[in-house]
């Protein structure tokens, strides 16, 4: 079947600090990835769209040089949060398409 | 401003029961309405999910009902079991950006 893994699942870092993050695709081609954040009110945050082949489009509020992401392949993606403070806490979520999503990896800033 | 509502923000009801999360929208761009299911400490999945072409999605014990006129969605759970207590999302997307909005969630609680 169909799967994204995330890992790490859980991390935390200190203020200041940068950390990254990774998706996996197993079971098909994920072509678009999408990375989200869910803050601890449960509000996603969409951060950015990558397409493979495409330029990754970020949202407002988000920008490449806080939420690097990489999208080399069709199974591979990953971002980074640069410089994390605590309002980047939070779980980030990795999907493919609107059908698959990853279980998260939970940013704990301190 | 929220583009997709929900409500309740929480509900409760007893095993057996049907229950009913509502989902409201404002861009009629909105054209795909996946409902997601999250289980504490974890991520979303996919639960059922409607095109604005149709007004009734069913699978197994989930229905959407969906009112494009009135721009209102809702999903029934019916014989709610304990084991469906989670939080579920409404979400939406437009054809054209294939960006998810998400709502901000109903947590059911299915008491036994």
């Known amino acids: 079947g169909a799967l994204v893994y995330q890992y790490p699942r859980r991390t935390i870092c200190k203020s200041g600090t940068s950390m990254r993050m990774e998706c996996q695709a197993v079971g098909f081609q994920a072509t678009s990835v999408a990375w989200y954040r869910q803050s601890p009110q449960k509000t996603f945050e969409l951060i950015a769209l990558?397409?493979?082949?495409?330029?990754?489009?970020?949202e407002q509020n988000f920008t490449q040089e806080k939420f690097p992401i990489s999208h080399p392949n069709l199974s591979f993606s990953s971002m980074t949060v640069l410089n994390a403070y605590l309002e980047d806490r939070g779980l980030y979520l990795c999907g493919a398409g609107e059908q698959y999503f990853g279980p998260g990896t939970r940013l704990t800033v301190l | 401003q929220q583009q997709v509502r929900q409500s309740p923000q929480s509900l409760t009801v007893w095993e057996g029961e049907t229950a009913i999360l509502n989902c409201s929208y404002e861009?009629?761009?909105?054209?795909?309405f996946p409902w997601y299911q999250q289980f504490p400490g974890e991520g979303p999945a996919l639960l059922i999910s409607?095109?604005?072409?149709?007004n009734k999605k069913e699978d197994g014990r989930f229905t959407i009902f969906f009112n494009k006129r009135e721009k209102k969605l809702s999903l029934h759970i019916a014989d709610s079991q304990p084991g469906d207590s989670a939080t579920y999302f409404c979400a939406a997307i437009t054809g054209n950006t294939r960006k998810l909005i998400f709502g901000l969630g109903t947590t059911l609680q299915v008491q036994p």
């Open positions: 409607i095109l604005s072409v149709s």
């Open positions: 990558s397409t493979v082949n495409s330029a990754i489009k970020y």
């Open positions: 861009n009629s761009a909105f054209d795909y």
